[in-house]
DNA sequence: CGTGAATTTGAAACAAATCAATTGGTGTGG
DNA sequence: CCACACCAATTGATTTGTTTCAAATTCACG
């Protein structure tokens, strides 16, 4: 499944659509979509022309449902029109490690093209609209309108990028950065739909935080209550508001990998180098 | 730039081809690949017949040379024949943050193409011989070969369920765990392309373990000693022997992140779950 | 052989995990 | 409607793994 992380994709900045209503438009009952709503869901350009007649099946979960389980047999991909889910990947020992947080306008399951089944759990945790994107469907469509063929691409190597960045996190910062990213990436992703950028509600619990962000659950809640203490936000059960965004954003690592490099050469009167830094 | 893990890719699991000689037929000085010899690199099942009409050119890059920086324009995709390669994350202050060590049968660059440019680097590490994929000649034999368009699905999902996976491992295990992990990928990749899986040598500095890894040079090197001590390992500056690779494989997290849930239940006479350990 | 880089090793400092206990919210049943 | 059980979240005390700082050693190379 996919993991996307919270991070606002870079396509997507500045392509508000708050009062745009959800993709979809009824027939006998069921929602579908056409190619190009499908596009700017994505925040992709609009592919190719007279693609009108392409129509997409909606499905509906409630909340707390499972829609893909690690072992499916991958036939078709999803994409969120709206809702909240969570994206997971179960350890030998039952243990799961959550992801991703993927919400509206993301692409589900990706990464079970390759062996031809999902690794991965994802579950709804609210009710959610998907867009189902039948994969063969998918192949044969692009034979006549070989831009679809680009679009997924385009997809795919978002989603690398996304968990580039997300590897760069973990690997580099402190407990403090990753909270703070966290929180203004949920900031920014709720803005991109609509939503107030200085208010939301996390969807999600303490521990699936921890756990997205490879923290426990205890340093999880003691880092956003000295955000709290701090004045750069004001929580509420999981009601946040953001009080001082670029503060958060400030926050780099405190430890760091190779910054040592700073200030090694003294005996050579050489000033240290102007990149690293902590 | 691809970042791929070290991990040996599923598919290509025993599939040895220690005797084959690197792919590649010279013509007037150049090396020339066909799409069948691509997919043998690649460990994907030979795609459509008689494409052994297109030609897809090699490029060599000597130790130490970049290949694809920050910035630079997407246009091409990159198959290791050869060598031993290095791509990075630069942050802010110019911190590199290793995101993999390509090898024989990585592709490279697929991070590129969503937004045109690349965003990471990457560089050899040892004389390398690379075969171009040009990405628009890519998109037009697609036209022709539709299983090309597949093939690239293929190498994109496997490149994110790789990096899934490195997500998993950065965001659970302890630096024991990481470390053990990493050689034995190591270990299994070399005996992939025909190289002792006992003794091997490391192309790496300490340092970029560490980065890759998300731990410090020290913390690396006391890790890999005290493997040696333990008898799993022989170290001799890069040159590694695995004298236990069980012991290594068997090493699992000492931290943990949800696993509390262990023995929670004892008033409700209800036997601990099995599922989750530590 | 000497010089600088890479690696190793030690000791101290520190961030985050673990253990443990409390609080707050929610739902259920008496 | 209150009491109780259950879950999530918070907070504190303590431990531990890893980083940081510092210094010694080995290796690579001109």
Redesign the interface.
Known sequence: MA?QTIQPR??RIASLHSDRPQAGSRCQGLLWSTLEEICRLLCIESVSLASDRMLFQHVQFRSGQRILSHGDAFDTLYIVNSGFLKTA?I?D?????V?GFPMKGDMLG??????GHH??ETLAMSECDLILLPFTRL?SL??TT?DI??L??????????L??A???M???LSAEARVARFLVALSDRFAEMGYSARTFNLRMKR?EI????????ETVSRTISAFHDLGCITVQQRTITILDAEALKALRRLP?????QALRRSSTGLAP?????R
């Open positions: 993991g870079p396509d990947l350890d020992f039952g243990n799961e490690k992801l990706m990464d079970g093209i390759h062996i690794t991965s192949n692009s034979r070989p063929e680009h997924m691409y385009r997809m795919m190597s978002r989603e690398l990028a968990r580039q997300m590897i760069g973990l690997g580099t521990q921890g756990s997205y962000l490879g923290l426990t659950t760091s990998s190779p910054a040592h180098k102007p990149s690293a830094r």
